[in-house]
């Protein structure tokens, strides 16, 4: 167990929803990034937070967003969802930057 | 843009062989991870490798860093049904892109009797 807490574990919802999908770092670490997982882009940087402001960001999509809470929790809104958003969103956590990367069990969304 | 390239991506391979998967990236980096997923999991940190030259090992898994080549290899010894998995590379890009990894398309290990 990593430590990292996503929920939920699994989400079903039609296309041109909104989902929020949320991830409770391991206790400590200051650092929250997410990760799109699909088959064919594989593991794709989305955005970092650190201690609740946003850091970097990746290939994500202006119909996505994310937060980070003065609890460290974070959070990532979805909106207008296609087909093609289906996909295992990961959360990692690290204590600062530049460190090892601690994964939560994902977040399997499939819009249907 | 910092690419990741891994190969090969499909392995199957016979218990007790050996094998190597390679880590290619294209720029700059001194700091590379290795990661192991299972199929529907997490996943799980195998090894930091944090300078040229350096080398870990944990069981029949060894990693390796040449930050000159930009090349990372994985060798697998003497291989058990166990290791069938997922095996990701992830390059730490550096400050400007918050330390963010970018990985590999993975490298799928089938561990075959």
């Known amino acids: 167990d990593s430590g990292v807490t996503q929920t939920p574990k699994h989400l079903i919802t039609a296309t041109g929803q909104r989902v929020t999908l949320r991830c409770s770092p391991r206790?400590?670490?200051?650092?929250v990034y997410w990760y799109q997982q699909s088959l064919d882009q594989g593991l794709q940087f989305l955005i970092q937070y650190y201690n609740g402001e946003e850091r970097a960001k990746g290939n994500i999509l202006e119909r996505f967003s994310a937060q980070q809470f003065p609890d460290l929790h974070s959070e990532l809104n979805l909106s207008s969802l296609e087909l093609g958003d289906s996909a295992l969103y990961f959360c990692?956590?690290?204590?600062?930057?530049?460190?090892?990367?601690?994964f939560g069990n994902g977040t399997r969304l499939t819009v249907t | 843009e910092l690419k990741v390239e891994q190969n090969p991506l499909f392995l199957s391979m016979q218990e007790g062989k050996n094998y190597t998967i390679y880590c290619n990236y294209s720029t700059t980096s001194d700091r590379l991870y290795w990661y192991r997923q299972d199929p529907g999991k997490s996943l799980e940190s195998l090894f930091v490798?944090?300078?040229?030259?350096a080398v870990k090992q944990e069981g029949r898994l060894m990693a390796s860093l040449d930050t000159k080549a930009r090349l990372s290899t994985l060798h697998i010894t003497a291989a058990v049904h166990d290791l069938s998995a997922t095996y990701f590379c992830?390059?730490?890009?550096?400050?400007?892109?918050?330390?963010?990894?970018?990985f590999g398309k993975g490298t799928s290990l089938l561990v075959t009797p």
């Open positions: 990692a956590s690290s204590v600062g930057t530049s460190l090892t990367l601690h």
């Open positions: 490798l944090l300078s040229n030259g």
């Open positions: 992830a390059v730490d890009p550096g400050p400007n892109s918050g330390y963010a990894l970018n």
């Open positions: 206790s400590g670490d200051l650092s």
